[in-house]
């Protein structure tokens, strides 16, 4: 989970406009759990914050082509399954703070005392 400031921050560096983030996007999540004698499927509905927003044609082509360098250069230096190891493991975290609400309270202090430590060592 992204935090204000960051978000704010990237809106403001590719001119974006969060103009309703109040939507949320709902979809069924299926379980199968295969055991010896059958296979059981459990469904939950998940939601997930939506947004709307306005983003310039030319911002919007600068964002696709900078994602589009740098997947080009881990698949030109083979690091592509590190960087979707990377990448999954971080949504793998994220799905389990927005699962248990005490864990994402627990990583905020985190990150914050990890700011204050890097903003001490600045001085």
């Not at 459990?42 to 740098?70: A, D, G």
């Not at 979707?84 to 309270?105: C, G, H, T, V």
């Amino acid at each position: 989970m992204i935090d204000k400031d960051s978000l704010q921050k990237f809106c403001n560096n590719h001119q974006i406009k969060i103009i309703d983030d109040k939507k949320q996007k709902y979809y069924v999540e299926r379980d199968y759990l295969n055991s010896f004698y059958n296979l059981d499927i459990q469904c939950s509905i998940k939601s997930e914050e939506l947004y709307t927003i306005e983003i310039t044609k030319n911002e919007m082509n600068n964002i696709v082509s900078f994602e589009e360098q740098v997947y080009r250069c881990m698949n030109q230096y083979g690091h592509v399954d590190l960087f979707q190891m990377l990448l999954d493991k971080n949504k793998e975290e994220e799905s389990i703070r927005s699962k248990y609400p005490a864990i994402q309270k627990l990583y905020d202090q985190y990150k914050m005392m990890l700011n204050l430590v890097k903003s001490s060592e600045l001085k």
